[in-house]
């Protein structure tokens, strides 16, 4: 696939500047998030949601999308939003997968179907597959992220998508950070830490294919004023792109071939 498709820097975030969706009382960021119109910590729905929509686009269809670790359906209501706001995009079912529902939130939050299933879980089977999978924020909770991926990547469809993201550290610091917070975590805390080549690494062990990985900013702080302007957001954006390592967070897709 032509690198084109996932030009990020150049993707909509102006839907973001006064979007109701983000800023209601269901949706799970800060008070002081939703004062500025270009918030960073919506990034992880931003990149989720545009991948979708491009992956979307590619197959000219609506998509099936399984997320795992859905909490309280932000994913799901973010999409909407964006939807509402006017981009293009179209699902034909879109499934919330957790080992523990919160029911009631996600049919409020519009998700068609609801699989009470633990990842970590060595009999973890959807029953089914799915043209795009969406892991965010999930497998640095994980104690081993590398086999959850190779079940993910068993309920993608050939051609399919895995989109993820999480925190990230130089590959230098990985270990001494990972070894910390397990000695430190508290439960459902972080246990696992990343870097771009553990990503990748993680991907091919599980018969995937990167096609996109990018950091997400260089910095975020509740409220930040700065977080007023797309002119900051965008150099975030260009600062992840260039230096994906960079201790913030890291977006990617990867690609289950057709055939293997």
Known sequence: MSAEPYDHL????????????????????????KTVRYP????????????LRVEQQRLGRPIDVGEIGVDTGQM??????AVDGGQSFAWNAWT????????????????????EADLES???????????????????HLFDPESAMRKVAACTRPGGIVIGGFPV???????????????????????????????????????LETEF?????????????LENHASWMRFNLAF?????????????????PLST
Request: charge should be positive.
């Open 10 to 33: 150049h993707w909509d975030i102006e839907f973001l500047a006064e979007n109701p969706t983000v800023r209601s009382k269901a949706f799970g960021i800060s008070k002081e998030a």
């Open 169 to 207: 550290l130089p590959e230098v610091l990985r270990a001494r950070r990972e070894a910390q917070v397990r000695r430190t975590a508290k439960p459902m805390g972080h246990v696992s830490v990343f870097s771009p080549e553990r990503v990748r690494a993680m991907g091919s062990q599980a018969g």
């Open 240 to 256: 992840g792109a260039v230096l994906p390592w960079w201790p913030g967070e890291v977006y990617w897709l990867m690609r289950k």
């Open 96 to 115: 919330a997968v957790d080992p523990v529902l919160k029911r009631e939130k996600l049919l409020k939050a519009g998700y068609d179907d609801m699989v």
């Open 40 to 51: 960073i910590r919506l990034l992880r729905y931003w990149f989720g949601f545009h991948l």
């Open 213 to 225: 990985l990018t950091g997400a900013f260089f910095m975020r702080s509740r409220g930040l004023g």
């Open 76 to 81: 799901r209501m973010f999409a909407q939003s």
């Open 122 to 140: 060595p009999t973890f089977d959807l029953g089914r597959t799915y043209d795009a999978v969406v892991l965010l924020h999930v497998l640095e």
